[in-house]
């Protein structure tokens, strides 16, 4: 017997049964020889008679007077010897010398014929006992053969049992992965939203705020590397999914060849198992002409074996394809956190950024407040002084008016008259000078009003900026899928 699973090389033709070229025994009682097998009838070849009462005919003895006999061969009707009804003399007919040959005759015909029969007898004991031990032995070589055969389908049997087992295992790995993938990749929807939304949110931006600053760059990036990593879970998603089909291809020709196996195998160890004493064994005739068999054992082992390389291939693959989906979610989990990180870093700052600014701008608001308050101030205090000169002015310019109606010669330029023009002069000039203060003071109020406007309306900006980035943009990031959803277990 071959090892366990080697190919064995088979004939797959039936053995040629071997003619008999014996006869039967001959017996007196014809029940001797009735109903001993059913009916077959054998190859022409058979040197065998169709009937049994050949061998009555060929071996039946008509005994004759043999001297009487060529005597009267050659006589006619007429020349016999006529009939004597009433014998009252001796005739001789034959001598006694003719009657002891005939005995002689007869007893030698005799033993030759229980001599042949002899012969006859032993050798076809013998070619009995021949046959029989040929007969066996084919028998016991058969049945070993067949013994053979159904280790050998055991042993494929086995292999398929365990391929289809690995094969179905990677398959609902693979599965699972394929649902894993497919969670992951419905979890990437959530922060790409949230990036797009921030993006919308931060183009309500007002004036000098509405820059491409850092965040806005790292939003885009987010944004990009969210596509990216969906387009990859896609494309594998994909992958994933054609493998799947040829896992169960595979798995299928391994269930097909596993049943036919199966079949192979109760079938032949049936027939392992079948005895002489058997029930259920009968003629088939003509059974042993009828060739139905597809492949050879070089094929056959072939076919298997093909299945089986197939499975592992498709396998190899598919184990290849989920260690690449298993980086890709962790490497995908980990390039999103990453950058949702640097988002967050880059809000941060902006906001810290902004509510430092806003804080400066209510500094200088508040300044400006009250520097426009001192100047109010004093351009009442200018308009006060100016208010002030004008007695001053009226007491000089009437004392003047009077000492023009001095009479005659008394209408002297005196010290007096002089001083009085002087102080004139000197008030025209003061109040000229107070009106231009007051109005370059009016001018720096305008100045400080228009910088106040300014300022509030910055203050506005970023108070609004910072709404945006702190409450509305924030406020949606504070919630981010964690890793164990962004790898799909959850």
């Not at 001959?26 to 009462?53: C, E, F």
């Not at 990009?224 to 595979?250: P, T």
């Not at 009016?442 to 300014?454: N, V, Y």
């Not at 981010?480 to 277990?489: C, E, K």
Request: charged share 30%; with cysteine; aromatic share 6%.
């Amino acid at each position: 017997m071959g090892l366990v699973g080697s190919p064995l090389t088979a004939t797959y033709a039936h053995p040629r049964s071997t003619p008999t070229r014996f006869l039967p025994a001959i017996s007196t009682m014809a029940s001797s020889y009735k109903n001993r097998v059913p009916y077959y009838p054998l190859p022409q070849s058979s040197g065998l008679p169709w009937m049994p009462d050949s061998y009555y005919k060929t071996a039946s003895i008509n005994p004759t007077l043999a001297p009487f006999s060529k005597s009267s061969q050659n006589l006619t009707s007429s020349e016999k010897l006529p009939f004597i009804p009433n014998r009252t003399s001796l005739c001789i007919r034959y001598t006694p010398d003719d009657w002891y040959k005939s005995n002689l005759t007869n007893y030698k015909g005799s033993e030759t014929s229980r001599r042949n029969a002899e012969r006859l007898r032993a050798d076809t004991d013998r070619l009995i006992q021949d046959k029989y031990q040929e007969t066996r032995k084919t028998q016991v070589e058969n049945t070993k053969t067949l013994g053979e055969r159904v280790n050998d389908i055991g042993f494929w049997k086995s292999e398929l049992c365990h391929e289809l087992d690995e094969m179905i295992g990677e398959t609902n790995a693979l599965t699972d992965l394929k649902k894993r993938l497919e969670r992951a990749l419905a979890e990437t929807e959530a922060p790409m939203q949230v990036a797009r939304e921030c993006l919308l949110h931060r183009e309500k931006r007002m004036g000098i705020d509405l820059v491409h600053d850092d965040v806005e760059k790292q939003l885009f990036a987010e944004v990009d590397l969210i596509r990216s990593c969906q387009q990859r879970m896609q494309q594998h998603l994909e992958k994933a999914r054609d493998q799947l089909v040829s896992n169960r291809a595979a798995q299928h020709e391994l269930e097909k060849d596993l049943a036919n196996k199966q079949a192979a195998h109760r079938i032949d160890n049936k027939c392992h198992h079948l005895r002489n004493t058997s029930n259920g064994i009968g003629y088939y005739q003509g059974v042993e002409r009828i060739d139905a068999t597809i492949s050879v054992p070089e094929s056959w082992v072939k076919f298997t074996d093909t299945n089986i390389l197939r499975s592992q291939s498709e396998r190899a693959g598919s184990a290849k394809l989920r260690d690449t989906i298993e980086n890709l979610l962790e490497v995908t989990a980990n390039e999103m956190w990453h950058q949702f990180k640097e988002v967050n870093v880059a809000f941060t700052n902006r906001i810290a950024e902004t509510a430092d600014a806003k804080s400066k701008i209510q500094t200088h608001l508040a300044q400006t407040l009250q520097e426009i308050f001192q100047v109010e101030m004093n351009i009442e205090a200018i308009r006060k002084a100016i208010r002030d000169k004008e007695p001053v002015l009226k007491v000089a310019q009437t004392r003047l008016d009077e000492r023009t109606r001095r009479p005659n010669v008394e209408l002297c330029r005196d010290t007096a008259q002089l001083r009085l023009v002087n102080e004139v002069y000197e008030i025209d000039k003061t109040i000229q000078s107070l009106q231009q203060r007051l109005s370059d003071a009016e001018d720096m109020l305008q100045e400080l009003l228009r910088a106040k406007s300014i300022l509030e309306h910055d203050l506005g900006v970023k108070a609004n900026s910072l709404f945006i980035d702190q409450e509305k943009c924030m406020g949606m990031r504070k919630t981010f899928p964690s890793t164990a959803r962004l790898v799909g277990y959850v």
